[in-house]
């Protein structure tokens, strides 16, 4: 029997990565030091955002990708959180629009410009508040324009994980969900800024993470209960 019937060829075996240039790469970055399971960084086509230590609130960098390098210690941010940002993720449909979730328990959604900053962003398009807990989780609609899901996480020692809420550009319709350690979810229309449902029940226990479906229409829940659960925002039923 040949041998090559009985290995199996990869078409990568010869395939071999290649280390970024320094110069290609973003440098002396004071990336944040809160202690959360979450992402910390977030990219788009335009621009890439990481969340940075900050006194007497929180902040965020908001960097052009072809601007690599060493950044300045002095480079402008957002900071608009009263207390340190725990999320952040990038609008799907406009890659100028950001929304960031805090342990100052609201979720503010940002304008970029369109060259980046030139000076320090403190005025968010919109702040949604509706919770008592951080917030540590937040997910655009994937199909939908300008709705945000956000949620908060707790972690053991460090108190419940709240969900915050997420929003967009006025006059935009949107809804976004935002589950808590209250272990409770809202679904807000963004543009508004308005609690249209209010999902009570669904969890006993905290919920650690969500995401939507591809279409939009349920969103999937982890929960500390060890279940998985899927769940119908509309009629504020877990259907799985």
């Known amino acids: 029997m040949s041998f090559r019937k009985v290995v199996r060829q990869s078409k990568f075996r010869h395939v071999f990565g290649q280390p970024v240039k320094t110069e290609q790469c973003y440098d002396d970055i004071r990336v944040s030091r809160v202690t959360w399971d979450s992402t910390f960084c977030a990219v788009n086509p335009a621009f890439l955002a990481i969340i940075v230590e900050a006194s007497g609130g929180g902040a965020f960098l908001v960097l052009p990708l072809h601007k690599t390098g060493r950044i300045d210690k002095s480079y402008p941010t957002v900071c608009g959180h009263t207390g340190p940002v725990l999320d952040i993720d990038w609008c799907p449909h406009n890659d100028h629009v950001i929304a960031s979730g805090s342990e100052d328990c609201t979720v503010m959604v ?6 980046g ?3 320090p962003l403190t005025e968010p398009v919109v702040v949604l508040e509706g919770h008592s807990k951080r917030v540590g989780i937040i997910s655009w609609h994937p199909t939908a324009r300008n709705v945000l899901l956000s949620a908060g996480r707790g972690f053991v ?4 994980w709240a969900r915050g809420v997420t929003h967009v550009a006025p006059g935009d319709n949107a809804l976004s969900g935002s589950p808590g350690c209250d272990n409770v979810v809202l679904i807000w229309n963004v543009g508004t800024a308005e609690e249209l449902y209010r999902l009570e029940g669904l969890h006993p226990d905290l919920i650690y993470s969500v995401s939507w479906s591809r279409d939009g229409a349920r969103f999937c829940t982890a929960c500390k209960d060890k279940s998985v659960r899927v769940i119908d925002p509309r009629r504020g039923t877990v259907v799985a």
């Open 110 to 115: 940002w304008q970029i410009p369109e060259n």
């Open 117 to 119: 900053l030139s000076q």
């Open 157 to 160: 020692g460090g108190g419940g």
